[in-house]
């Protein structure tokens, strides 16, 4: 049974920064995506961030040069989020697919597959 945690949510203001985290417990496939997704009040999950076993890293348009993804072995996973937005406001969710059938690059697109494990979320608040 895999299973995430989060943690490192809060309330900043804008301009500030947060370090997300998210342990990861349970069988880890050796192919594997790991990777972030937020949810705001009346809008769809959409993917943030993510990395994988085949090397790729990729990031929402919305959050380049801004956020960075890094992960410690395959029980670790963080969010840096420098330079925060309102609009970056959201319940933040940690996932992992695995065993990964595709690559990286689409991790964002795995959100409903039957591989795909989520953690429960963990709250940003980015006043103005």
């Known amino acids: 049974q895999v299973q995430l945690v989060e943690s490192g949510g809060g309330s900043v203001q804008t301009g500030g920064s947060l370090r997300l985290s998210c342990a990861v417990t349970g069988y880890i496939a050796s192919r594997y995506s790991l990777g972030w997704f937020r949810r705001a009040p009346g809008k769809e999950r959409e993917g943030v961030a993510a990395m994988g076993s085949d090397g790729i890293t990729t990031y929402a348009d919305s959050v380049k040069g801004r956020f960075t993804i890094s992960q410690e072995n395959k029980n670790a996973l963080y969010l840096e989020m420098n330079s925060l937005r309102p609009e970056d406001s959201a319940m933040y969710y940690c996932?992992?697919?695995?065993?990964?059938?595709?690559?990286?690059?689409?991790?964002?697109?795995?959100?409903?597959?039957?591989?795909?494990?989520w953690g429960q979320g963990t709250q940003v608040t980015v006043s103005s």
């Open positions: 996932a992992v697919h695995s065993p990964r059938l595709f690559s990286t690059r689409y991790f964002f697109d795995q959100r409903g597959s039957a591989n795909t494990y």
